[in-house]
């Protein structure tokens, strides 16, 4: 299986705090996404970084990619307890469009 | 507002049934998929469509099958339902040359 492994599998941080959350894959990509879920609903697509890109923001996010480690991170800046979530990255190769989503991150925002 | 919309949020189905979940989008999108979630397991792919009446199996094809009879519908089967087959089911979306998928918001499928 190509499947990504997401780090650490759960967090908890207070509100206002930081939150980063780790991913890293097994070969050779061409984007890497990142979603949320909220409890017991669909995913929703926060941000996609190409393989020739290092960083990327979108408002209080910042993904960065290391390709020569085949790790990605998610930073999520001053969070607010609407950011209780589970987070997937999903990585995507040439060619093929289909994805791959690692086992998630389940973050936990206490007010 | 675009969307993909699932059937059905819960059902609950006895073993040996055939059971239908359908998906549908108003994106006019040509990818569509069919994802289960399990705790711990992530989303595993279990068919996908990149055009109508087109079908590829995906990781985890085992006891389900599809249908894409329209481009914006696409159906996933359990042809004799089994309680491993207990999970959440996720429908997406994604159009040509994009990865982006749009997601529907799932299908909780309890086999007893």
């Known amino acids: 299986s190509q499947q990504g492994e997401e780090d650490p599998q759960a967090l908890s941080i207070q509100e206002g705090e930081n939150a980063t959350m780790n991913c890293s894959y097994k070969t050779s990509i061409n984007n890497l996404q990142w979603y949320r879920q909220n409890s017991g609903r669909g995913l929703v697509h926060l941000i996609l970084?190409?393989?020739?890109?290092r960083e990327k923001h979108s408002g209080r996010l910042r993904v960065t990619l290391d390709t020569s480690k085949k790790s990605s991170s998610l930073l999520i800046t001053a969070s607010r307890a609407a950011d209780t979530a589970s987070y997937f990255c999903a990585t995507d190769y040439f060619g093929n469009e289909k994805l791959t989503f690692g086992t998630g991150t389940r973050l936990t925002i206490i007010p | 507002d675009v969307k993909v919309t699932q059937s059905s949020r819960y059902l609950v189905k006895r073993t040996g049934e055939k059971v239908f979940l359908e998906c549908v989008q108003d994106m006019d999108h040509e990818n569509m998929f069919w994802y289960r979630q399990d705790p711990g397991l992530g989303l595993r792919l279990i068919y996908f469509?990149?055009?109508?009446?087109?079908?590829e199996k995906g990781d985890i094809p085992e006891g389900y099958s599809v249908s894409r009879e329209k481009k914006e519908r696409f159906s996933l089967i359990l042809e004799s339902a089994s309680t491993n087959q207990t999970s959440m089911y996720l429908c997406?979306?994604?159009?040509?040359?994009?990865?982006?998928?749009?997601f529907g918001q799932g299908t909780r499928l309890t086999v007893v």
């Open positions: 970084i190409r393989s020739n890109e």
């Open positions: 997406a979306s994604s159009s040509q040359g994009s990865t982006e998928a749009f």
């Open positions: 469509s990149y055009d109508v009446k087109m079908k």
